[in-house]
């Protein structure tokens, strides 16, 4: 999974399968954290997020796992399709200010 | 259509020569933010404003201004711009104190 300050890592999946996406995060005051996908040549676009006192929610397509006591956030996408390809960050918010993770990319294969 | 519209796209400068990106956004957005994105370090906040006339400094600060005159803009400002501000940078504003954020296309600066 992604961290501050290390390369990219990787993920590639067939078109079909659900994807899991992995963040360590650093701050366990953090009141929200968030997932964003970017494109290439894009901005971040938001996904989906959760609050601190939750440990799972639900969108469309995807899920955020969030485990505090490992501080560890997790991103899953079912039926991943190739528009799913891109960079994903997962972002931290304590206070007023966000902190990103460096980012994961996911590649698609038809 | 909501969007976040940064201006330039792309620039290419000089060290020591002062530049401005723009921002706007149409949403009557609250939350505005600057970030700057490097390869392998994955977005840093450089400055954000909670409401117009209110800016604080994020994780990067240090080389940038920034203002807040009018709810919908946010212009960076780089005064003495050096080889290490060399970076893509992104404004975003939110309705929800940052979260759920709109980001612009980017801007991609080079200093020389």
């Known amino acids: 999974g992604e961290s501050v300050g290390l390369h990219l890592p990787t993920l590639s999946v067939q078109e079909g399968d659900n994807s899991i996406i992995n963040c360590a995060y650093s701050n366990s005051a953090s009141d929200y954290f968030i997932w964003y996908k970017q494109e290439s040549g894009k901005g971040p676009q938001f996904i989906i997020d959760i609050r601190s006192n939750m440990d799972k929610r639900q969108g469309q397509r995807v899920t955020v796992l969030l485990n505090k006591t490992v501080k560890h956030l997790s991103l899953q996408i079912a039926a991943t399709q190739p528009g799913d390809s891109a960079v994903y960050f997962c972002a931290e918010r304590w206070g007023n200010q966000f902190y990103f993770g460096t980012g994961t990319s996911l590649t698609v294969i038809p | 259509e909501a969007q976040v519209t940064q201006n330039p796209r792309y620039l290419i400068t000089v060290t020591g020569k002062k530049l401005t990106v723009t921002c706007s956004q149409n949403m009557n957005h609250e939350y505005m933010s600057w970030y700057r994105q490097d390869p392998g370090l994955g977005l840093r906040q450089i400055y954000y404003?909670?409401?117009?006339?209110?800016?604080d400094k994020g994780d990067v600060p240090e080389g940038y201004k920034v203002s807040r005159k009018e709810k919908r803009n946010f212009p960076l400002i780089l005064e003495s711009p050096s080889p290490n501000q060399t970076s893509l940078y992104f404004c975003?504003?939110?309705?929800?104190?940052?979260?759920?954020?709109?980001f612009g296309q980017g801007t991609r600066l080079t200093v020389v």
């Open positions: 404003s909670m409401n117009v006339e209110v800016t």
């Open positions: 975003a504003s939110s309705s929800q104190g940052g979260l759920e954020a709109f």
